[in-house]
């Protein structure tokens, strides 16, 4: 089943309505960002948009490769949670792994709880939507 949001029906408005969004208002490259005190900026910039819940819907649909979408972070068309910095990680990257993974799952509940109640949508498409792009499993070894 294939799921478009028409995002001014997201929003209940009548279409034509001028929708103010953080990334109509920004740098777009913002949401593209490499560093990950950027993209952390742009996920906390769409904390408060009112599509925040469409907009990340979409884009679990289209399984978009990568950037911030509805204030999360996708790379190769799943959600992750946080940006790796570049090079060898810290010995303490691990722990810091496994909170940022915790903190999604949360988010994710949260979202999912906002789209099926408020979006109205089947609780069955939601869970369809976030199958396996959410947290990844525990890896073995010594750095997990």
Request: hydrophobic letters at 40%; proline letters at 5%.
């Amino acid at each position: 089943m294939s799921m478009t949001f028409d995002l001014t029906t997201a929003l209940g408005t009548a279409a034509g309505f001028d929708v103010s969004t953080p990334c109509r208002s920004y740098d777009p490259d913002l949401w593209f960002a490499e560093r990950p005190d950027d993209v952390a900026l742009a996920q906390e910039l769409c904390g408060d948009c009112a599509l925040r819940a469409a907009c990340l819907a979409g884009a679990l649909e289209r399984r978009e490769p990568w950037g911030v979408w509805g204030g999360e972070l996708f790379e190769h068309g799943r959600v992750v949670a946080r940006k790796r910095r570049p090079g060898r990680p810290r010995k303490d990257d691990a722990l810091r792994r496994r909170a940022a993974e915790d903190a999604l799952a949360a988010r994710l509940a949260e979202i999912s709880t906002e789209l099926t109640t408020d979006g109205g949508l089947d609780a069955d498409l939601v869970d369809e939507l976030f199958e396996g792009c959410a947290v990844p499993a525990q890896r073995g070894g010594a750095a997990a």
